[in-house]
């Protein structure tokens, strides 16, 4: 499917505070409205909702007549609060406040990267609570783990002992000027949302889409993780020469085919 071009009118900007006291938030979101099965955009770790994945994906919306929500974590983009706070559990928490308010149900996850994370402990949830507000996952690289499988492993001595004395450390990002900050709060919140050592179960099909030259993550982590998948109806697309960002004109007709053979 190619990516769609054109637009309908621009989709509602909206802010849901999330937290209360002195963990309240404002979260920022972009709703489209529309009928039918609805897609909700998951972005990754210091990354935005206004990016190529998240624009092409409001593009098919519009052009389907389907509703789409996507929104920023706390410290990302245009939501409040500050980055070096932000966890696993407090980026759920307030993706969980988000699908709460997504139209469209059930719905189909989308999330790249960190975003693929949480779309499975969000996925996880819902099944637990007996809910049926999600109707299949579209994980983009997903970075299931990160905190252990990929940042911890890519730090050397010096960076530990930096991470453990300062409760941050830098790495120079390939996207960004603005350096990754990972913090220690982030690394041990994350060792309670692993999923890697258990079948993960989560009652909707699965499609991951996976560049192989992907030095972010690399391409045997969707691999383990298609292994540990519990359901039958899971597909990986591998893309030989994609890297992780997945933005360009043939990935994004990649990913919207895989979300419209869920609808």
Same mark, same amino acid.
């Given at each position: ?14 802010? +849901?505070? %999330? /937290? *209360? ?8 979101? #972009?709703?489209? =409205?529309?009928?039918?099965? &609805? ?68 719905? +189909?996850? %989308? /999330? *790249? ?8 402990? #969000?996925?996880? =949830?819902?099944?637990?609570? &007996? ?68 079948? +993960?179960?989560? /009652? ?60």
């Amino acid at each position: 499917m190619e990516p769609v071009t054109e637009s309908a009118a621009e989709p509602a900007f909206r802010e +849901i505070t %999330v /937290g *209360s006291g002195d963990e309240a938030r404002q979260i920022a979101m #972009l709703e489209r =409205a529309g009928t039918g099965r &609805g897609i909700l955009f998951l972005g990754g770790y210091m990354s935005n909702m206004r990016g190529a994945k998240g624009d092409a994906l409001d593009a098919y919306a519009a052009a389907t007549g389907r509703p789409m929500t996507r929104f920023d974590y706390s410290g990302h983009g245009e939501s409040g609060g500050r980055f070096e706070d932000g966890t696993i559990s407090r980026w759920l928490e307030e993706a969980s406040a988000v699908l709460d308010r997504a139209a469209g149900a059930p719905l +189909i996850l %989308v /999330g *790249s990267s960190m975003g693929g994370w949480i779309a499975l402990l #969000l996925a996880l =949830a819902e099944r637990a609570a &007996g809910g049926g507000r999600i109707a299949g996952l579209v994980l983009l690289a997903p970075a299931t783990g990160m905190t252990h499988s990929l940042m911890l492993p890519q730090m050397d001595a010096a960076a530990r002992a930096e991470l453990e004395e300062n409760g941050v450390v830098r790495r120079a990002s390939a996207y960004s000027e603005q350096p990754y900050l990972i913090t220690r709060a982030l690394i041990e919140d994350g060792a309670h949302h692993l999923l890697a050592d258990k079948p +993960i179960a989560i /009652g909707a099909p699965v499609h991951i889409i996976q560049g192989v030259l992907d030095e972010d993550v690399p391409f045997d982590h969707a691999l383990d993780l298609m292994s540990h998948l519990a359901e039958d109806d899971v597909v990986l697309t591998l893309i030989k020469d994609a890297g992780h960002r997945l933005s360009r004109p043939e990935d994004l007709a990649k990913i919207l085919s895989a979300v419209e053979a869920m609808s």
